[in-house]
């Protein structure tokens, strides 16, 4: 990684606006981690990982994140802009992102529950070189495509919510090994949320694990997650035996 990438990288935090007048009591703030990024902030290091059960606030938070910096909330690039239908909070307009003079604000949002449509979008508003049909493969097909593009092969903040949908487990292990390239390229930071043990183990990423009680830094070895999988791997039918039994 190059020395002077912490001068580079596009984003030092995010924090709540002075303005913002998004009440306490209203959804999304009533989740504890949304709660606590609005009270104390969170510095974003070179790749940020979110982790937690349904419902935690993960996808919330990304998905904030990606409309302050000015991304489309159904992905695609700071120029895309596509909705199928508006389903995003109003969070967004809640945070000020603080970043740093001179670096680029070129960035990318991929959201696996609306990449149909952003694929629909690219093939109507075609770039300027050949690219893959994404509708013509695979769910996985189509986002490893997606990645291999000049679009993630430049500087900027990426932005991946749950991209583990669709992918296989070598999959997986490629999608690590192309954000773990844009990432020591030293141009490139990464802002994701995932249930995938494969994922989280990013090296160097912060890890973030939510629950009702707000964001705790983690050891990727200390994931509820990565628990639980290994448990299952032991030992599946003491899982399965309790939900066959409900």
């Known amino acids: 990684m190059t020395s002077d990438w912490m001068g580079r990288r596009p984003l030092r935090r995010v924090e709540r606006d002075p303005e913002a007048a998004l009440p306490a009591r209203t959804w999304p703030a009533t989740l504890a981690p949304v709660a606590q990024l609005l009270?104390?902030?969170?510095?974003?290091?070179?790749a940020t990982i979110l982790v937690g059960e349904n419902g935690t606030g993960k996808s919330t938070l990304v998905e904030a994140v990606a409309g302050a910096y000015g991304l489309s909330p159904e992905g695609g690039s700071t120029g895309a802009r596509h909705s199928t239908r508006i389903s995003e909070s109003v969070l967004a307009q809640s945070l000020r992102l603080v970043r740093r003079p001179g670096t680029t604000r070129w960035g990318y949002f991929l959201r696996a529950e609306t990449m149909h449509g952003l694929f629909t979008y690219l093939e109507d508003h075609p770039g300027g070189g050949a690219e893959p049909v994404f509708h013509e493969q695979s769910h996985?097909?189509?986002?490893?495509?997606?990645?291999?593009?000049?679009?993630?092969?430049?500087?900027?903040?990426?932005?991946?919510?749950?991209?583990?949908?669709g992918l296989s487990f070598t999959a997986q292990l490629t999608l690590v090994g192309v954000l773990h390239s844009m990432i020591n390229s030293g141009e490139a930071q990464v802002l994701l949320a995932t249930h995938s043990p494969i994922i989280a183990a990013l090296p160097s990423a912060r890890i973030l694990e939510l629950d009702e009680n707000g964001m705790h830094e983690r050891a990727w070895d200390e994931l509820d997650l990565v628990d639980h999988y290994r448990r299952?791997?032991?030992?599946?039918?003491?899982?399965?035996?309790?939900?066959l039994d409900d």
């Open 232 to 243: 299952f791997l032991d030992q599946p039918d003491q899982y399965l035996r309790r939900v």
């Open 39 to 46: 009270a104390d902030g969170l510095d974003l290091g070179a």
């Open 140 to 165: 996985g097909e189509s986002f490893l495509s997606m990645i291999s593009t000049s679009r993630f092969e430049r500087g900027g903040f990426f932005v991946l919510d749950e991209p583990e949908a």
